[in-house]
T-cell receptor, first 111, second 113 residues
Framework: EAQVTQNPRYLITVTGKKLTVTCSQNMNHEYMSWYRQDPGLGLRQIYY???????DKGDVPEGYKVSRKEKRNFPLILESPSPNQTSLYFC??????????FGPGTRLTVL | QKEVEQDPGPLSVPEGAIVSLNCTYSNSAFQYFMWYRQYSRKGPELLMY????GNKEDGRFTAQVDKSSKYISLFIRDSQPSDSATYLC?????????????FGEGTQLTVNP
């Protein structure tokens, strides 16, 4: 089944404790991205990657890091999480064109 | 000012009603317009896709784009409780793989049996 997977689905952590949210797709897509979704603000892009070793900032990159060492994986790293990073996070991928496939989401709470 | 404006609702309608969801945008460079549907606790899924101005129909759903007014709409006919979800409009400048999607905030729709 073609899909984007994310782990963990739910995470509660404390300020300053480094964390990684994994994302993997099995569709051989070149383009991958991370979004956060917040009430009143909608979906905002954090980082994106057009291919292996090619990443760039989206609209709200501050406090986040990404890497793309393999085509299928695109982890999101929070080196020192803060409460304002409490949000619902989505990983997405697409081959080109328009149809973007989203993962199921990761709900992060930073205390 | 946001590039894409969408009324977040919530919108509540009885089963069988015609639903109209709308977005306005400010960037005239947008040429590709999409509607995504997001069920509770799920990621968004592509529902409709249109290029430039005009209408596109798919079953009970019709997407409409008016580039002169910078206004797009999604109509749902004979709405069903299974249509209850958040609907997000999205748009982008070109069809190239690097073209970024800009999303509206999403409208939360509930269809009551």
């Amino acid at each position: 089944e073609a899909q984007v997977t994310q782990n963990p689905r739910y995470l509660i952590t404390v300020t300053g404790k480094k964390l990684t949210v994994t994302c993997s797709q099995n569709m051989n897509h070149e383009y991958m991205s991370w979004y956060r979704q917040d009430p009143g603000l909608g979906l905002r892009q954090i980082y994106y990657s057009m291919n292996v070793e090619v990443t760039d900032k989206g609209d709200v990159p501050e406090g986040y890091k990404v890497s793309r060492k393999e085509k299928r994986n695109f982890p999101l790293i929070l080196e020192s999480p803060s409460p304002n990073q409490t949000s619902l996070y989505f990983c997405a991928s697409r081959l080109g064109g328009y149809e973007q496939f989203f993962g199921p989401g990761t709900r992060l709470t930073v205390l | 000012q946001k590039e894409v404006e969408q009324d977040p609702g919530p919108l509540s309608v009885p089963e069988g009603a015609i639903v109209s969801l709308n977005c306005t945008y400010s960037n005239s460079a947008f040429q590709y317009f999409m509607w995504y549907r997001q069920y509770s606790r799920k990621g968004p899924e592509l529902l409709m896709y249109t290029y430039s101005s005009g209408n596109k129909e798919d079953g009970r759903f019709t997407a409409q784009v008016d580039k002169s007014s910078k206004y797009i709409s999604l109509f749902i006919r004979d709405s069903q409780p299974s249509d209850s979800a958040t609907y997000l409009c999205a748009m982008k400048r070109s069809e190239t793989s690097g073209s970024r999607l800009t999303f509206g905030e999403g409208t939360q729709l509930t269809v009551n049996p």
